[in-house]
Nanobody, 119 residues
Framework: QVQLVESGGGLVQAGGSLRLSCAAS????????MGWSRQVPGKDREFVGA????????RYADSVKGRFTISRDNAKNTAYLQMNSLKPEDTAVYYC????????????WGQGTQVTVSS
């Protein structure tokens, strides 16, 4: 059974930092891209960023570029989202996703973790 479990969310003041983790199990991790997205109630889910299976390639939404960094540890089956210089508009539920093997198409999603940035 595939499981993606996000952790690390919480309440932080504007300008602060958080690091989210996404622990994967039940799948082959090192041959899948990992992505992060976020959603605010009443709005569409927004792509945040993604990292290739080797970690050699990353992509980010313009809204987070230069502030957020995605990384992964294939030995730990875990992906990370380091969020710096947080803004109130970053408040959302953050989800991680795992792609199908050797693809950027996402098949599996976590349950999400809440990030709240106070002004």
């Amino acid at each position: 059974q595939v499981q993606l479990v996000e952790s690390g969310g919480g309440l932080v003041q504007a300008g602060g930092s958080l690091r989210l983790s996404c622990a994967a199990s039940g799948l082959s991790f090192s041959n899948r891209a990992m992505g992060w997205s976020r959603q605010v109630p009443g709005k569409d889910r927004e792509f945040v960023g993604a990292i290739s299976w080797s970690g050699g390639s990353t992509r980010y939404a313009d809204s987070v570029k230069g502030r957020f960094t995605i990384s992964r540890d294939n030995a730990k089956n875990t992906a990370y989202l380091q969020m710096n210089s947080l803004k109130p508009e970053d408040t959302a539920v953050y989800y991680c996703a795992a792609s199908r093997a050797w693809s950027w198409q996402y098949d599996y999603w976590g349950q999400g973790t809440q990030v709240t940035v106070s002004s």
